[in-house]
């Protein structure tokens, strides 16, 4: 039938799988840097704006507006107003 002569009790080899493409090494670089760019990205959204509140709850504002960085003082004293007011609000409804 098909050329090839049956040996009675001799079976045919399985089929060999297709063999998998090597991996590149920038897939593999990238596949281990993204669990932590991905909790740093999460620290700095999600923890980014409480840092800022403790900062100016602390009066970290009259430090740095001491040792010579006026913006950011005046920037850290406005954050800290506005949560303030924020949470005024927020008790009062």
């Known amino acids: 039938m ?19 493409p090597p991996e590149k090494e920038s897939e593999g670089a990238m ?7 991905l909790a740093v ?17 602390t009066g970290a504002g009259a430090w740095l507006g001491t040792h010579g960085y ?10 800290a107003g506005v949560l303030a007011w924020r949470a005024r609000a927020r008790v009062t409804r």
């Open 70 to 79: 006026p913006l950011a003082a005046a920037a850290l004293i406005v954050v």
């Open 41 to 57: 990205l999460m620290m700095l959204c999600c923890g980014g704006p409480l840092l800022v509140g403790a900062l100016a709850a």
């Open 2 to 20: 098909n050329g090839r002569r049956d040996v009675p009790g001799r079976a045919e080899a399985p089929p060999v799988p297709p063999e998998k």
């Open 31 to 37: 596949a281990w840097l993204g669990a932590p760019a």
